[in-house]
């Protein structure tokens, strides 16, 4: 299925932490999944934070004295300080040039900026709009923030994928982003599209769990609001930046060396697309949050280009034209590669001493046949002693795990293994 009219869809959506933007886009992003969306009330407390107001805008813009609007929130919803308070007034340049963000060295891009805890209004504008109103200091200006702050509630959206255990693997992932392409939309398009394809599978060993949440608060209010989840689960992943064309990165769990990271690792390994490996940092998103002392979860990441590293980051340059249908594509098969490795791998142990008389078991295979299932078969049965795993196995000989998974199965049906 193609994801890029979902982005498209998507992307014009003013979204922030609450508000009628986040409902919308996750009522949207549930359309033909099982994703259902919960509300936290605004002021619950949730460990060391608070589940903020709710923030809804309608409208803002500026307009000059010939009548112009030369800043308008319906064009692009980036125009506005994210949990902007409401004000209207007529004023000079000079009182309104605390409020106006721009950047200089971007002069074509509109910055994204939030003021979530701090009470402020503000517009964020092109550094070329911004020195044109310089060139006029004796200017007037109408402006009008039509938003509202109040009591209300932050919604997020999960999904739970039942397996044969209630070991949870956990898909994390933001859309509070406004506007913008990259970070963090192609992110929430990706994870539903990856737990749409896992919830087709006739199996699954683990039960999967598909969080959409506000950055920050929405993670840690949703962990506060489930007492005993963290328990169930197994490992995960938080999705970030996944619909630029560069190369993967991927950040390793706290733990380093889990099979959350090897399994990514594998699918990294026997992808065509380059890839860096990056250990574990705080500097991030909400697998900060997941690793951090109080839960010690393992879950990594895997981005494409990570923020901040791109030019286009958290400025409305990150718009549809640096997404490719085809790097969401290529994001949405890595992490089901991973997935798949996760369910497949398991440790074996074998049964019989010395060689196996392989063509008694109707399991011979000679190195001209099938070069990969020749060498698969030896290292299976030579590596098998309950100690290696079959991920084990297929990095040491280079072979699919599905065709040693294949190999494990007759095996094991045989009664040539024991699973351990
Ligand atoms: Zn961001």
């Known amino acids: 299925m193609k994801l890029m009219p ?3 869809k998507l992307l014009p959506i003013c979204r922030s932490i609450t508000g009628d933007g986040l409902k919308k886009s996750l009522g949207i992003l549930s359309e033909g999944t099982g994703l259902k969306t919960i509300e936290y009330p605004s002021g619950q407390e949730c460990f060391e934070w608070t589940v903020p107001e709710e923030w809804n805008i309608r409208d803002a813009y500026i307009i000059d004295s010939r009548g112009n609007k030369i800043v308008d929130f319906q064009k692009c919803g ?3 300080v994210n949990y902007s308070m409401p004000f209207k007034g007529k004023l000079s340049f000079q009182e309104l040039k605390p409020h106006l963000y721009s950047l200089p060295e971007k ?37 009008c923030i039509d938003s509202d702050i109040k009591n209300g509630a932050m919604p997020i ?27 963090n939309l192609s992110n929430a398009v990706v994870a539903t599209a990856v737990a749409k394809e896992i ?12 969080l959409v949440l506000p950055a920050t608060v929405g993670c840690i209010a949703y962990i506060h609001n489930n007492p005993g989840w963290v328990e169930k689960i197994y490992g995960g992943y938080v999705l970030s930046c996944l619909g630029d064309p560069g190369n993967f990165t991927y950040k390793k769990t706290y ?128 590596m098998s002693d309950g100690q290696n795993s079959l991920l084990d196995i ?21 009664g040539m293994v024991t699973r351990t």
Request: glycine content about 6%; overall charge negative; some cysteine.
């Open 157 to 183: 959206a999960e999904w739970l994928i039942p397996g044969e255990t209630d070991q949870e693997i956990l898909l994390s992932t933001n859309v509070c982003h406004p506007c913008m392409a990259n970070d």
């Open 255 to 382: 733990q380093g060396n889990h099979e959350i990271d090897k399994v990514m690792l594998s699918a990294l390994k026997t992808g065509d697309a380059g890839y860096e490996i990056r250990e574990f940092s705080p500097i991030g998103g909400d697998e900060s949050q997941y690793n951090s002392p109080g839960f010690r979860l393992p879950i990594g990441s895997l981005m494409r280009t990570p923020f901040m590293e791109y030019p286009e980051y958290h400025t409305s340059l990150d718009n549809l034209d640096l997404v490719t249908e085809e790097a969401l594509q290529g994001s949405v098969k890595t992490y089901l590669r991973a997935i798949r490795n996760l369910e497949l791998n398991a440790t074996y142990k074998v049964t019989f001493k010395g060689d196996p008389k392989l063509n008694k078991y109707n399991l011979y295979v000679g190195p001209h046949e099938d070069y990969n299932r020749f060498v698969g078969t030896n290292y299976f049965f030579s």
């Open 107 to 143: 002069p074509n891009a509109i910055p994204y900026r939030t003021s979530y805890y701090n009470r402020v209004w503000g517009f964020c504008i092109s550094h070329e709009q911004y020195l044109k109103m310089e060139e006029n200091p004796a200017e007037k200006y109408d402006v």
């Open 394 to 414: 297929s990095e040491k000989c280079n072979v699919d795990i599905e065709i040693l998974n294949d190999l494990a199965e007759k095996a094991l049906q045989n």
């Open 6 to 8: 979902l982005m498209e």
């Open 78 to 80: 980036l125009h506005v």
């Open 199 to 210: 919830a087709k599978w006739p199996k699954r060993k683990y039960s999967y769990r598909l």
